[in-house]
Structures are given as C-alpha cells and as structure tokens.
C-alpha cells in the first residue's frame, strides 16, 4: 500500500460569523486520495465541497481531524497544490498574459522560458489572440479558462479543482475536459474535482465521493474507472448505469438539503 498523497482524517470545520450562528460545514470527514488518482466530489449546493478543498489547499485552518499532504500536515497554501476557484480569481489589473505569468514568478525560470510556458498554456485554453486582453474584457469562460491556465502553468502536483467548468457553454466545456484528461495522462497528477454533473463526475473520475447534506461528511465512495479515450463510452450501458446510480445517491441528499433549509 503506498501512502497517500492526500489523507483526510476525521475533519469537521465550523464557520463562525461574527453576526449569527455558526455553522457546521463539514463533520468528521475522512478522505485518501492516492498519487495519480483522479476523485471527484459530488453533493448538494452547501454540503461544504469548497470548504474541504480550501482545508486541503491550506486556505483555511484545520481545526478538528487532520490533514496531510505527502505525510506531511497541511499549514498553509504551497506550490505542490494549484486550486482553481469555483469564482474564477483573476488580477482584474493585469492582462491574461500577466495573470499567467503571476504564477511562474516563484519559479527560478528564465524570463523568456516563462513567456514561452505561459503562452503555451494560453494556446492550450483556447485564448490566442487575447494575451493583452484585461479579465473585464473577457466573457465568464474566458476567464474562468485563464485562471484554468494560470494554475496549470506552475505544474502542480494536486490540482483542486472546483467546479471550474460550471461557467462554461456545452462545447467548451468538453474541449477542457479533454484538455484535463490528456494534461493528467501525460503528466502525474493527483485531482480532487469538485462537480455538480453527475456524468462529468463519472467520465473524468476514476472514483466518485458523494457527499450528503449539511453537515457535509462523505457518504459513499464509488467506482467509475471507464476508458476515457473510448469515444462511445457515454454510450455504454456500464457508463450509463453508474450516472443513473449516482443521481439516485445525490438526489436524496439533494431533497434532504432542501428541507432542512
Ligand atoms: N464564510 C462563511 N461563513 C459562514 N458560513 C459559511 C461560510 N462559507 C460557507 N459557509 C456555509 O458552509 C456550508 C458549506 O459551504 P460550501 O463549502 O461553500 O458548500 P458547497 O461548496 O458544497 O456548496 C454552507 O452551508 C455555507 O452556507
Ligand atoms: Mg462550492
């Protein structure tokens, strides 16, 4: 058994705003995501999905369980964990290009190999011809594929992911999901993608975590390895069965979100 590259163990995390109640967002979660391993997180708006991902990129404190990243507990953001927010978070000052580049600065890269590896990523997204553009010229997409970009340029090795293609129309969409299958079969990465369609879950992911409603904790975990570069696997009957399971899973925790509400 090797260790795991992300391990979750027994986590709750509670907001506290400074009007009104606290909130219990997650409650004795417990997740292992080995190296290379592709997991999507599936479960009802406000189940705590982004709290978890901001536990594990370091943006929020753990305060109850524990979190671990190549053995190591999880402090503080680091270079090893790219995120890409579900709001894409762009310099609104900056270019697409610069916005790009921010994240290479860290690295000790030579300028001009910088520029080259940034503008590699801008072709990669589809933004050729928008380098100078600002992100209030850009549509949703478009900025949602640059903040895309900027977190794949710096090479992380755990990409958390949430719901980064939310934003985007139908044919986009499937253009990034084939981008991120081929980026995560050439190079080793560990994903945590967080998703509100059961079938984009269920064609990235070798498996799925379900979560259930507020609090949030892990509900089940299932299977779905299918050939990702089989063009009519949406089609089979295995496919089709495992989205069918899925559904039926996050939609009772869908009804039971609505009544508590
Ligand atoms: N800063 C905050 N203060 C108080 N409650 C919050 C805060 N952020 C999130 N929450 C609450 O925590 C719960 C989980 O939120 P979130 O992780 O964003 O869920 P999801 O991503 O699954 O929709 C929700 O009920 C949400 O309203
Ligand atoms: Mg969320």
């Known amino acids: 058994m090797t260790q795991p590259q992300i391990a979750v163990d027994k986590v709750s995390h509670v907001y506290r705003p400074p009007r009104g109640r606290p909130v219990l967002a997650l409650e004795d979660v417990s997740l292992d995501v080995q190296p290379r391993e592709f997991l999507a997180l599936l479960g009802p708006s406000g189940c705590g999905k982004s709290t978890l991902l901001y536990l594990i990129g370091g943006f929020l404190p753990v305060e109850r369980g524990a979190i671990a990243v190549n053995g190591e507990p999880v402090k503080a953001p680091g270079p090893d964990r790219g995120i890409v927010f579900q709001h894409f978070a762009l310099f609104p000052w900056k270019t697409v290009r610069d916005n790009i580049l921010y994240g290479l600065e860290r ?124 063009a009519g696997v949406f089609k089979s009957k295995g496919f089709v069965d495992k ?19």
């Not at 253009?175 to 509100?196: S, Y």
């Not at 996050?250 to 979100?257: G, L, S």
């Open 107 to 230: 690295q000790s890269m030579p300028k001009a190999e910088r520029l080259e590896r940034a503008q590699q990523f801008i072709d990669l997204v589809g933004l050729t011809g928008f380098e100078d553009s600002y992100p209030s010229q850009l549509s949703g997409g478009m900025k949602q594929r640059t903040a895309l970009a900027r977190t794949l340029a710096f090479d992380p090795s755990i990409l958390l992911m949430d719901e980064p293609f939310g934003a985007l129309d139908a044919q986009t969409r499937h253009l990034m999901q084939a981008e991120l299958l081929g980026i995560w079969q050439r190079t080793p990465k560990t994903v945590i993608f967080v998703t509100h369609d059961v079938q984009e879950a269920v064609y990235l992911a070798d498996r799925v975590a379900v979560m259930s409603a507020r609090p949030g904790r892990i509900k089940t975990i299932v299977d779905t390895k299918f050939d990702k570069n089989d």
């Open 243 to 261: 989205v069918d399971e899925l559904w039926n899973l996050v939609r009772d925790e869908a009804i039971k979100a609505e009544r508590h509400k």
